[in-house]
Antibody, heavy 118, light 110 residues
Framework: QVQLVESGGGMVQPGRSLRLSCAAS????????MHWVRQAPGKGLEWVTF????????YYDDSVKGRFTVSRDNSKNMVFLQIDSLRAEDSAVYYC???????????WGQGALVTVSS | QSALTQPASVSGSPGQSIVISCTGT?????????VSWYQQHPGKAPKLIIY???NRPSGVSDRFSGSKSGNTASLTISGLQAEDEANYYC??????????FGGGTKLTVL
């Protein structure tokens, strides 16, 4: 069965960088686009970024453009999210999710908690 | 881009039906048949319950149904059960190739 497992979360000081990883199994990873979605404590879901299956295109929400970078390694079945210049408002659970047909998610990871605090 | 608009909360008694609306604009929800809905229980990852406006993934109860008219999509849950109590989010593709969630609706089963 499809499994997505995020890692790399933790407590980080403002202004520092962090890289989240998402390891995929149970699927032909190179065939699927991948998204990152975040959820601040007690808040709703927020779409962050999408990377196509072949790395040909990447899309970002305006709120993270310039500080967040999505990448993938199809040889290792992994997708990454690099977050630079971390801010308090980046504190959230970050989920990776598998894309279907460019416009919905059918599998989600369990999430990785990022806390930005001095 | 602003989130799609959902009511903050809805409630219903067991056995009843409820409808959750999701309103967007012609730049997102109105322009595409790509609305999906997700159910999220506290502390859990979201779960897909409706895709492409009205399609149910395998394993999702037929008590869940979706529709869309113009810039507004709707999720209907019939025969409410205690386990349906959760947060529900709509989601749409946009004309700028980004994606957008609704603000979320908390469903309380009385």
């Amino acid at each position: 069965q499809v499994q997505l497992v995020e890692s790399g979360g933790g407590m980080v000081q403002p202004g520092r960088s962090l890289r989240l990883s998402c390891a995929a199994s149970g699927l032909t990873f190179r065939k699927y686009g991948m998204h990152w979605v975040r959820q601040a404590p007690g808040k709703g879901l927020e779409w962050v970024t999408f990377i196509r299956h072949d790395d040909s295109n990447k899309y970002y929400d305006d709120s993270v453009k310039g500080r967040f970078t999505v990448s993938r390694d199809n040889s290792k079945n992994m997708v990454f999210l690099q977050i630079d210049s971390l801010r308090a408002e980046d504190s959230a659970v970050y989920y990776c999710a598998r894309d279907r047909d460019d416009h919905y998610f059918d599998y989600w990871g369990q999430g990785a908690l990022v806390t930005v605090s001095s | 881009q602003s989130a799609l608009t959902q009511p903050a909360s809805v409630s219903g008694s067991p056995g009843q039906s409820i409808v959750i609306s999701c309103t967007g604009t012609s730049s997102d929800l109105g322009d595409y048949k790509y609305v999906s809905w997700y159910q999220q229980h506290p502390g859990k990852a979201p779960k897909l319950i409706i895709y492409d406006v009205s399609n149910r993934p395998s394993g999702v109860s037929d008590r869940f149904s979706g529709s869309k008219s113009g810039n507004t999509a709707s999720l209907t849950i019939s025969g409410l059960q205690a386990e349906d109590e959760a947060n529900y989010y709509c989601f749409s593709y946009t004309t700028t190739n980004t994606r957008l969630f609704g603000g979320g609706t908390k469903l309380t089963v009385l």
